[in-house]
Nanobody
Framework: QVQLVESGGGLVQAGGSLRLSCAGS??????MGWFRQAPGKEREFVAA??????YYADSVKGRFTISRDNSKNTLYLQMSSLKPEDTGVYCC???????????????????WGQGTQVTVSS
């Protein structure tokens, strides 16, 4: 059974930091990424890790860092200088294979975690 399990969310003040983890099991993955959804808003792309390349949404560039440990089948998201608008449920996503396109599109991913809540207070 393929699973993605996120952890590391919580409540933090604006300007603070959090590190999210996504532990995968059941198979190895190609593209992996993070998406988030704020209340009343659509799910949006945050960051992706493809081979050794990383991609970010403009809203998080310079503040978030995505990384991956293939030996542990785990994806990370280091979030710094957090803002109240970063609040939302953060979900990990994985694709069966590597692909250089569509990494920012939710439909391009095959597996999803349940998500972890991140709340940034002002």
């Amino acid at each position: 059974q393929v699973q993605l399990v996120e952890s590391g969310g919580g409540l933090v003040q604006a300007g603070g930091s959090l590190r999210l983890s996504c532990a995968g099991s059941g198979r190895t993955f190609g593209n992996m990424g993070w998406f988030r959804q704020a209340p009343g808003k659509e799910r949006e792309f945050v960051a992706a890790h493809i081979w050794s390349a990383t991609y970010y949404a403009d809203s998080v560039k310079g503040r978030f860092t995505i990384s991956r440990d293939n030996s542990k089948n785990t994806l990370y998201l280091q979030m710094s200088s957090l803002k109240p608008e970063d609040t939302g449920v953060y979900c990990c996503a994985a694709k069966r294979a590597y692909a250089s396109s569509d990494y920012g599109t939710a439909l391009a991913y095959d597996y999803w975690g349940q998500g972890t809540q991140v709340t940034v207070s002002s």
